[in-house]
């Protein structure tokens, strides 16, 4: 059977119906062999589970929400953090590993990430011996391709990616490790979110393309663990709809916290992640037969903000002396999420008892 790219066509939207057949040929082949080998019973069994799983995952791709595939790759080495244009993100002053040379050893001995492929990204970790003490250092690297908006779609268009987090030695030893993926389309217009182990679970956003519109949501009863995987994903609604663009984020194959709403400047952003003292191996979806996601897109509940007028009203009846469009601007500024809203307002402005 001919192993054809299944994100051949229409331009860069999954062939459904190519996958369709490809997954039903798949369930009856196995079926075929469950009959002809008894003994074979419950392993075929799964197969099959597990070949109509995506079948079926193939099928609600028809209903409301398209995925987009991006050739993607890990490019960039970027010298300078994005949010702290003031700290510089380099193994050491002579920026020996970079962009043009993604794989080496860092000559300070400090440890710093490497581009194996377009995929994987390995952490040397520092040296440390009687002659040489070097430091863990953050790296920020940015994909090939932007996840950009459709200019002619009647669906909701997803862009999505998932990476693993691999820790290569005990987790009690790493003084300091952190990993943060995320989208960006400027300096000012990002969501990432923040895994950190001297630091909170957190989801950090700059929606209004503002200077010191930061927002943050704080992410509650998360455990992180050696291998998890984390997912950024990205909705454009139908050219004709009113509703908001998202980005949300995933955690082992389950979303967490809140969509953060864009504005209309959201018409292209790129994939990037920030790394330290640990690697991570990437899916940009490249072959969604062989390696699925482990996010079930096809569940994912589009995110339509129809409370919004509801919630700017209870806003404004709240705090009656801001403005409606000040109230408004604010609530956007914060991913649309009311309860961020009134905590920042409340602490302008408390209220008597």
């Not at 192993?3 to 196995?30: A, H, R, S, Y």
């Not at 390995?122 to 090939?144: H, L, M, P, V």
């Not at 291998?227 to 194959?253: E, K, M, R």
């Not at 209309?264 to 996601?293: A, H």
Request: one cysteine or more; hydrophobic letters at 30%; glycine letters at 4%.
């Amino acid at each position: 059977m001919e192993n054809k790219n299944v994100f051949e066509k229409p331009k860069d939207q999954i062939n459904v119906e190519e996958l369709k057949q490809t997954f039903q040929q798949m369930i009856d082949e196995i079926k075929n062999e469950n009959t002809k080998q008894n003994s074979m019973e419950e392993s075929t069994d799964k197969k099959v589970g597990e070949k109509t799983e995506v079948l079926k995952q193939i099928n609600n791709l028809n209903k409301e929400l398209c995925f987009i595939q991006v050739a993607n790759k890990w490019k960039e080495i970027k010298k300078k953090c994005s949010e702290n244009r003031w700290f510089m993100d380099y193994c050491c002053e002579a920026k020996c590993i970079n962009t043009e040379n993604p794989v080496g050893n860092c000559i300070k001995g400090n440890g710093f990430a490497n581009l194996i492929d377009d995929e994987n990204i390995e952490y040397i970790d520092a040296k440390r011996d009687d002659n040489c003490y070097g430091s863990d250092k953050s790296a920020t690297i940015y994909a090939e391709n932007l996840f950009t908006k459709p200019k002619d779609s009647s669906n909701y268009s997803l862009f999505y990616f998932e990476v693993k987090y691999i820790s290569k030695i005990k987790e009690d030893q790493i003084n300091y490790r952190k990993i943060n993926i995320g989208l960006e389309n400027s300096k000012n217009s990002y969501a990432r979110l923040d895994f950190e182990i001297h630091g909170s679970k957190n989801i950090r956003f700059n929606a209004q393309n503002q200077k010191n519109r930061d927002g943050c949501l704080r992410l509650k009863n998360i455990l992180w663990n050696n291998n998890d995987i984390f997912g950024c994903g990205l909705v454009y609604p139908p050219v004709a709809s009113n509703n908001f663009s998202y980005i949300f984020f995933t955690h082992n194959g389950k979303q967490i916290g809140n969509p953060i709403l864009l504005n209309k400047n959201c018409d292209g952003y790129k994939p990037y992640i920030r790394m330290q003292c640990c690697s991570v191996e990437t899916n940009f979806g490249k072959d969604l037969k062989t390696k699925p996601f482990v996010y079930d897109f096809s569940k994912h509940k589009v995110y339509k903000y129809s409370d919004f007028e509801k919630d700017l009203n209870e806003l404004i009846d709240m705090f009656p002396l801001i403005a409606k469009e000040g109230i408004k601007q604010i609530l956007l500024a914060s991913g649309g999420i009311k309860e961020n809203v009134e905590r920042k307002l409340l602490n302008i402005f408390p209220k008597n008892d």
